[in-house]
């Protein structure tokens, strides 16, 4: 099982532009989640899925759109890229039957916004 | 909903001191507890966690926490530190309200000194 991986694992965007990140996970979990890590901040939730096609609004949504075409996958998009999204971003999967707050996390991708 | 307070931001011990972290939670009931990890350059994973019975959970590498509800809080300790547990540690709980959606603490970034 690879479990949850993300792609990409660097990234450097201009301002204004845009950019898709992909998690996906093997593990068959029903929930799959996208949080920002800053300084300081802990981890912030921007989106969540609880099954394939619905997903829901976190603590930090402005500026994200996500998307949940397959179970195994979550899309995290930046429409126009801002310097406050300069951030370490996690996506985590987890599942009903170990209690759902069991987050399994990936690497990350860290984004730099220019 | 529910938030969660680390009451220390940045740690600095000598191997084989002892460790305990805070962690308070802001109101009570039945309440789901976790201590997430993250070694450098690494993502999080699960320390231990908490759902009911003993109050005292033991998780990976001598690392346990005590539950004590009077107090909303749930320390993390471990009675000799090493090199090796140098990271960021995350307390987490539910959102409250129905949600099983963790929030998480700002964190604690403990260095150890070989």
């Known amino acids: 099982n690879a479990g949850v991986t993300q792609t990409p694992k660097f990234r450097v965007l201009k301002t204004g532009q845009s950019m898709t990140l992909l998690c996906a996970q093997d593990m068959n979990h029903e929930y799959m989640y996208w949080y920002r890590q800053d300084p300081g901040m802990g981890l912030r939730l921007i989106h969540y899925?609880?099954?394939?096609?619905?997903?829901a609004k976190g603590e930090v949504p402005d500026g994200y759109n996500v998307s949940r075409l397959k179970k195994q996958n979550f899309l995290l998009g930046l429409e126009s890229a801002a310097p406050s999204q300069t951030s370490v971003y996690f996506c985590?999967?987890?599942?009903?039957?170990?209690?759902?707050?069991?987050?399994?996390f990936g690497p990350g991708t860290r984004l730099l916004v220019l | 909903a529910q938030s969660v307070s680390q009451h220390n931001h940045h740690v600095i011990l000598s191997e084989a001191a002892s460790l305990e972290l805070g962690c308070n939670y802001s109101?009570?009931?039945?309440?789901?507890l976790f201590w997430y990890v993250q070694y450098p350059g690494q993502h999080l994973q699960l320390l231990l966690k908490y759902f009911s019975g003993d109050p005292l959970v033991k998780g990976i590498k001598g690392f346990e926490a005590e539950f004590i509800k009077s107090k909303f809080s749930f320390n993390l300790r471990k009675p000799s530190v090493q090199w090796s547990d140098t990271a960021e540690y995350f307390c987490a709980v539910p959102r409250g309200g129905g949600s099983y959606i963790p929030t998480f603490g700002r964190g604690t970034s403990l260095i150890v000194h070989p």
């Open positions: 985590a999967s987890s599942y009903a039957g170990q209690g759902p707050e069991t987050q399994y």
């Open positions: 109101y009570g009931g039945t309440v789901n």
């Open positions: 899925s609880v099954g394939e096609g619905t997903t």
